[in-house]
């Protein structure tokens, strides 16, 4: 294979017959029915493949492109050397041979993704997505809704993308043409749904779709078809509505029951504001949520698993409205869910692989509206989910509608295993008005301090430490972190069911950090006081310790670290738990009792830090670089 220059005193940008593209499929005829849909609809087109750009004036052998990903619209910049192989183009190509725009779109989309080897396999929805920000639906016929049609056609009229296949249930046979015409294993675009009323059926209309073949050949050839006799049945007005021709270009009509019949599933990619701006008849509205699955922390698998699910990403949504025209009489409100792996065919070089993905959700308790704090996991436990995706599947997005009263309610997206990690984007998708947001809990810190307890109520184990306190400090009644350890060590190792080797160094001086009153003015060392109060604490965290360690393993997991540190006084956010994850469990994800201690010792004097410098309370402080260097090299 060789990549040709173009050369440039033939060319064409654009033939200007937009239809006129067609191509060589190999693995990536997703992106040719995709790039086909895209044709139909010129603001669109224009939108990724800007008119500015010619062969002629101002011509310096480059060009961009425009793609939508992940939320923000990106340009992708190529220059004008095209794969070929014995002097043909490779992959997509115009009917036209001077004809380039289509092979460039395609060279600039496989840049996106790092490579033509990346393209290779894939859905139509990707492409659709890429080319619009639209979120998509995706219909198996055996299980499509009776109104099928009425969206399809309502989708149209809203310049929609669609796309359609017949699945092949041996992969030996995929792109075989059929006896009917119809290639099984192959993408094809939708490009008009109409009615019609034949001769012979007065008082009936026939439903059509028209459908166009990415190659630019090779057509449907039952009822319907360019040269069936079903048109003869047709005025010659209904045929010029119908923009009927017979011509081998790769599109053609069918009944939408032969549609049903012979296609399997169709993916319809609705447009959002952000795709057409300045269209009005555009009134879908999206919200967006970024988010990541983080392995230990919020990869917390299905709901197979109940001890994680709860730790996922967690989004609260408001439907606001219902629906203007409810379909049946129900009454609600109409949205879709759509849930979008990232990057993973990117890293597909790399070894990376789509996750098995989906969401389910839930309805929020009444007495809950308006509380933004993580849902825990006794919720998920006694609580069925109101609504969810059909199944986990391994798709770079899994998407449904559904149609909910107004209310509150909670989606859970996650993988179908618990621990893999990887990014996603979250969107809702309606008519109507709808908010979503991912519930972050608000960052605060219970500052509980025991009392020093008085002679008469210390107990065997306290009289024990004060003895051991004297014995270590001697007569300046003072302790260093090196004694400290020492201490806290004997202690600690008589209580076997913590299974622990003790403190270390380290964790004894952020320990003396904590509890030095003056801060960076401080000692570095404990008084009987301050080591009493120190104590207490870790007596609290102890216990609370000992209450995930049920098992007695000596460590507890990260995902129960989550409820251990809010039992312990501290409400993070999911970036939070995600940083004491990687700083704080080992390989295993496990999290022993000095790396707890040291975490919570670290939570505490980070927040007593924090609300020292905090003077007028508003959540903000203001450092200096000596400032910050004395409280991060000391706490």
């Known amino acids: 294979m060789k990549t040709a220059l173009l050369p440039q005193n033939t060319l064409k940008w654009y033939s200007g017959e937009l239809k006129n593209m067609t191509g060589l499929c190999s693995g990536d005829c997703w992106l040719l029915a995709a790039i086909a849909c895209l044709t139909l609809n010129e603001k669109l087109l224009y939108r990724v493949v800007p008119q500015e750009q010619s062969f002629s004036e101002g011509y310096g052998g480059i060009f961009h492109f425009q793609f939508w990903r992940y939320g923000d619209w990106v340009d992708v910049v190529i220059d004008d050397r095209i794969p070929t192989f014995n ?110 009323r034949p001769s012979q059926h007065k008082d009936a209309k026939v439903r059509l779709v028209r459908l166009r073949n990415p190659w630019g050949q090779v057509e449907w050839n039952g009822p319907w078809s360019d040269n069936s006799k079903e048109w003869a049945t ?157 199944s986990y599947i391994n798709l770079r997005e899994v998407t449904q509608r559904f149609r909910l009263s107004p209310g509150e309610y909670v989606i859970v997206p996650s993988t179908y295993e618990p621990h893999q990690e990887g990014e996603f984007i979250l969107r809702v998708f309606s008519e109507k008005r709808n908010t979503s947001e991912e519930i972050e809990n608000r960052i605060e810190a219970d500052h509980p301090v025991p009392a020093p307890a008085s002679a008469g109520e210390e107990s065997e184990e306290d009289q024990q430490f004060r003895t051991i306190f004297q014995e270590i400090a001697g007569d300046d009644m003072e302790i260093t972190a090196n004694e400290l350890k020492n201490v806290l060590n004997r202690v600690i190792t008589k209580h076997k069911d913590l ?108 927040f007593r830090a924090f609300q020292a410098f905090d003077q007028d309370g508003d959540g903000t402080i203001r450092l200096s670089v000596l400032e910050w260097l004395q409280l991060t090299m000391y706490a």
Not at 125 to 150: I, S
Not at 271 to 295: C, F, M, Q, Y
Not at 503 to 527: H, K, Q
Not at 555 to 566: G, K, L
């Open 234 to 390: 047709l005025s010659k007005a209904e045929k010029e509505k119908l923009q009927h021709q017979s011509a081998e270009d790769g599109e053609f009509w069918m009944s939408f029951e032969d549609f049903k019949k012979n296609y399997t599933k169709i993916e319809i990619c609705n447009l959002t504001p952000d795709a057409l701006e300045d269209d009005k008849i555009h009134k879908w509205t999206v919200s967006v949520n970024e988010g990541r699955w983080v392995r230990g922390c919020s990869a917390g698998g299905c709901r197979n698993y109940p001890d994680t699910f709860w730790t996922n990403p967690q989004y609260r949504l408001r439907l606001l409205e219902e629906d203007d025209d409810p379909e049946d009489n129900e009454v609600g409100c109409t949205f879709v869910v759509a849930l979008m792996q990232k990057n993973r065919r990117k890293e597909r070089k790399m070894g990376a692989n789509l996750f098995t993905i989906g969401f389910a959700i839930y309805e929020v308790p009444k007495e809950m509206h308006g509380n933004k704090q993580h849902m825990q996991k006794d919720f998920f436990l006694f609580s069925s989910s109101k609504a969810r995706c059909k």
């Open 87 to 196: 002097n043909q183009l490779v992959f997509t190509k115009s009917a036209e041979r001077n004809e380039f725009w289509s092979a460039l779109l395609e060279k600039a989309y496989a840049k996106l993704h790092g490579s033509y080897e990346a393209l290779k396999g894939g859905n139509t929805t990707e492409a659709m997505e890429d080319f619009t920000g639209g979120v998509t639906e995706f219909y198996e016929m055996k299980e499509a809704p009776k109104e099928l049609y009425k969206i399809m056609k309502k989708a149209l009229e809203r310049g929609s993308l669609m796309g359609c296949s017949i699945d092949s249930l041996v992969p030996a046979r995929f792109e075989t043409r059929t006896v009917t015409g119809l290639v099984k294993g192959h993408a094809y675009s939708v490009t008009a749904v109409e009615e019609c």
């Open 499 to 606: 299974n622990t080797e003790g403190f270390s160094l380290e964790s004894c001086r952020s320990m003396i950090a904590l509890m030095d009153v003056s801060f960076m003015d401080g000692t570095g060392r404990l008084n009987l006081q301050e080591f009493r109060h120190l104590w207490n604490k870790i007596k609290q965290w102890q216990g609370i310790f000992k209450h995930y360690n049920a098992d007695q393993s000596g460590s507890i997991n990260s995902y129960e670290m989550r409820n251990a540190v809010n039992d312990a006084g501290f409400r993070l956010n999911n970036q939070l738990y995600d940083i004491i994850t990687m700083r704080y469990a080992n390989e295993n994800m496990n999290i022993d009792f000095d790396s707890f201690i040291s975490c919570l010792v670290r939570l505490e004097a980070m």
